[in-house]
């Protein structure tokens, strides 16, 4: 799956939070923390310490084995990420966050610039920067506040599975900009759609809750369709 993210250049992952008030009692968090909680996190995909160089694992003067990643990150690619984030953000409630680590991290430096540098262009969207531990924290704390989430590959994969805990709904991928997602942000509005979840909770017609398999590999290679309904939202897993 990642050599397939960088190989189709699918740098922009889409994830919706939305919760669901049949759902609550399945969250360890407190019910009036969760109603009204509706935001995407966007994840920068083809980047960062997930794909930088150099890394490895070696062994020092000492006889100890170090291991090492490099969180590389270029203008362009943090521009281009930026830009969908404030157009989301300019569609939905016109407030895009923001998280790095640019108290500890060159990279983090480099990346909230380029998100001020981008803002300029978007002068209706409210822009915040979060450090990413404390936007973990507030997420918890607060989670009606958020809108639009961007983060970079480390960062938007681990907030983007604190929301799926939150909601109960877990990692629906939308890599690129895909029809199935109601904005056009992109030049294509076209990409891969996955769900990565093994198993998940689900809303019946009836209003009934119970809980599915979503089969992975041999299935998705077989591109066997599965619908799943939630509160009315079909979701479709190739």
């Known amino acids: ?61 000492h006889g100890m084995r170090e291991g090492f990643d490099a969180n590389h990150y270029s203008e362009s690619e943090i521009s281009r990420i930026a830009k969908i984030g404030f157009e989301l953000a300019r569609r939905r409630r016109k407030h895009l966050t923001s998280v790095d680590k640019a108290n500890v991290m060159e990279s983090g430096v480099l990346w909230r610039r380029v998100v001020d540098e981008t803002a300029a262009h978007y002068p209706d969207v409210k822009l915040q920067h979060l450090y990413a531990d404390n936007g973990l924290f507030q997420m918890v704390r607060q989670p009606q506040s958020f809108d639009v989430i961007v983060g970079d590959n480390l960062f938007g994969d681990l907030f983007s ?40 909770p689900v809303i019946t017609r009836s209003g009934k ?30």
């Open 209 to 238: 809750k119970k809980t599915i398999a979503i089969k992975d590999t041999q299935q998705s290679k077989a591109r066997l369709k599965k619908r799943v309904i939630l509160e009315g939202i079909t979701v479709i897993s190739h």
């Open 1 to 61: 799956l990642v050599r397939l993210r960088k190989e189709m250049d699918v740098f922009a992952c889409l994830r919706p939070a939305r919760s669901y008030p049949q759902l609550f009692d399945r969250t360890p968090f407190r019910h009036d923390l969760l109603a009204g909680v509706d935001l995407v996190v966007l994840r920068e995909l083809c980047g960062g310490i997930y794909f930088g160089e150099p890394r490895g694992i070696t062994t020092n003067a």
């Open 161 to 200: 599975d604190l929301f799926s805990i939150i909601t109960m709904v877990r990692n629906f991928n939308i890599l690129k900009c895909t029809p199935s997602f109601p904005t056009r942000v992109c030049e294509k509005n076209t990409g891969p759609f996955d769900v990565t979840a093994t198993a998940m």
